[in-house]
């Protein structure tokens, strides 16, 4: 939480640091000053629509994850399966984000549902490839333990591949919070009634940059919080393992 704090504040202070040395115009480079009266002077608006897209993210979070772990779970129950599963997976992740929002706009409308399909489809692969992964990377010794023992193939992955597949899980989950926001803000730039992503195209549009940047700060805390949550995930998931191993 300090190195986050400090990062941010190095970057802050490089930013005020470049606007006074090359003193660009407003419209190109806003100061950190003019950046927080744009929030203040706009936040009636921001908030709102502030609210909009924070609801976008933690469903299209919520839905992501909970299909990126079943997924996983259901390649590792059934390994043949994901021979199959894995093409699909890799072709969705490959996709642009832009190449797909007009289409998914033209599917589900102008409203929340666009944009939460584009978050989910973001957020589900570092979630299902994580997981999946520590799921195929259990140690094979405790795997031949569980079938010296007689253990199916459900007992097996429920009591000792998915307990060793949960520090992989968590690194798909801080993967997942960074990029969150991105999937809502790139279906509000194509199509959308509310949100940050639209107020960000309106003030381009004017170029009303400061007011972009406002826009911009309250997406980047979206991510710091939806990242510091994930850390908070881990601290009480994986209570047994040292830092360097998280």
């Not at 190109?28 to 976008?56: C, F, M, S, Y």
């Not at 832009?98 to 929340?112: K, R, S």
């Not at 710091?224 to 040292?242: S, T």
């Given at each position: 939480?300090?190195?986050?704090?400090?990062?941010?504040?190095?970057?802050?202070?490089?930013?005020?640091?470049?606007?006074?040395?090359?003193?660009?115009?407003?419209?190109?480079?806003?100061?950190?000053?003019?950046?927080?009266?744009?929030?203040?002077?706009?936040?009636?608006?921001?908030?709102?629509?502030?609210?909009?897209?924070?609801?976008?993210?933690?469903?299209?979070?919520?839905?992501?994850?909970?299909?990126?772990?079943?997924?996983?779970?259901?390649?590792?129950?059934?390994?043949?399966?994901?021979?199959?599963v894995t093409p699909f997976v890799v072709v969705l992740q490959?996709?642009?984000?832009?190449?797909?929002?007009?289409?998914?706009?033209?599917?589900?409308?102008?409203?929340?549902?666009?944009?939460?399909?584009?978050?989910?489809?973001?957020?589900?692969?570092?979630?299902?490839?994580a997981f999946h992964d520590g799921i195929e990377r259990t140690?094979?010794?405790?795997?031949?333990?569980?079938?010296?023992?007689?253990?199916?193939?459900?007992?097996?992955?429920?009591?000792?591949?998915?307990?060793?597949?949960?520090?992989?899980?968590?690194?798909?989950?801080?993967?997942?919070?960074?990029?969150?926001?991105?999937?809502?803000?790139?279906?509000?730039?194509?199509?959308?009634?509310?949100?940050?992503?639209?107020?960000?195209?309106?003030?381009?549009?004017?170029?009303?940059t400061d007011v972009m940047f406002a826009a911009l700060a309250?997406?980047?805390?979206?991510?710091?919080?939806?990242?510091?949550?994930?850390?908070?995930?881990?601290?009480?998931?994986?209570?047994?393992?040292?830092?360097?191993?998280?």
């Open positions: 939480m300090l190195d986050l704090a400090l990062v941010l504040v190095a970057l802050v202070a490089v930013w005020w640091s470049v606007v006074l040395v090359l003193a660009p115009e407003p419209f190109l480079l806003p100061g950190p000053d003019r950046v927080v009266l744009a929030l203040i002077r706009r936040w009636g608006d921001l908030w709102p629509n502030a609210l909009v897209t924070l609801t976008e993210i933690l469903i299209g979070l919520v839905t992501g994850i909970v299909a990126g772990v079943a997924t996983a779970l259901f390649m590792g129950y059934v390994p043949a399966a994901s021979r199959v490959s996709m642009p984000v832009f190449a797909i929002a007009p289409v998914l706009v033209l599917w589900f409308g102008f409203g929340l549902a666009s944009k939460i399909v584009m978050a989910t489809v973001i957020i589900f692969f570092p979630v299902a490839s140690d094979p010794g405790l795997l031949d333990l569980a079938r010296l023992y007689g253990a199916g193939r459900a007992r097996t992955l429920a009591l000792i591949q998915v307990p060793a597949a949960l520090p992989a899980l968590v690194t798909g989950l801080r993967m997942a919070a960074a990029v969150a926001p991105i999937g809502a803000i790139v279906g509000e730039w194509v199509g959308a009634s509310s949100g940050l992503g639209l107020i960000m195209m309106h003030a381009n549009a004017r170029m009303q309250l997406v980047v805390a979206m991510a710091v919080i939806l990242r510091l949550a994930a850390d908070l995930l881990a601290d009480r998931l994986l209570p047994w393992l040292d830092e360097t191993d998280r």
